[in-house]
């Protein structure tokens, strides 16, 4: 890959670490969020959906590390 290749890799990767920190973040949030909930209310509907928010955004964020780590092999 030439000079060119590698520094638009560079700046897609910059974009993809800065969206994985901010998805990251808001998956800390919804799980402080849920583990201030009472156990009664983690196990109600809405807990279902805060925790199945959370395994979401955790999955993206392990997708997105992996594609990061991808990158950095061609970079």
């Given at each position: 890959m030439n000079a060119q290749g590698r520094k638009e890799i560079a700046k897609h990767l910059a974009s993809?670490?800065?969206?994985?920190?901010?998805l990251e973040s808001m998956r800390d949030d919804e799980e402080e969020k849920y583990d201030?909930?009472?156990?009664?209310?983690?196990?109600?509907?809405?807990?279902?959906?805060?925790?199945?928010?959370i395994?979401?955004?955790?999955?993206?964020?392990?997708s997105l590390e992996e594609a990061i780590d991808s990158l950095n092999e061609i970079n």
């Amino acid at each position: 890959m030439n000079a060119q290749g590698r520094k638009e890799i560079a700046k897609h990767l910059a974009s993809l670490n800065e969206i994985k920190d901010k998805l990251e973040s808001m998956r800390d949030d919804e799980e402080e969020k849920y583990d201030n909930m009472p156990e009664g209310l983690q196990e109600s509907e809405r807990g279902e959906q805060m925790q199945e928010a959370i395994d979401a955004l955790d999955n993206a964020v392990n997708s997105l590390e992996e594609a990061i780590d991808s990158l950095n092999e061609i970079n």
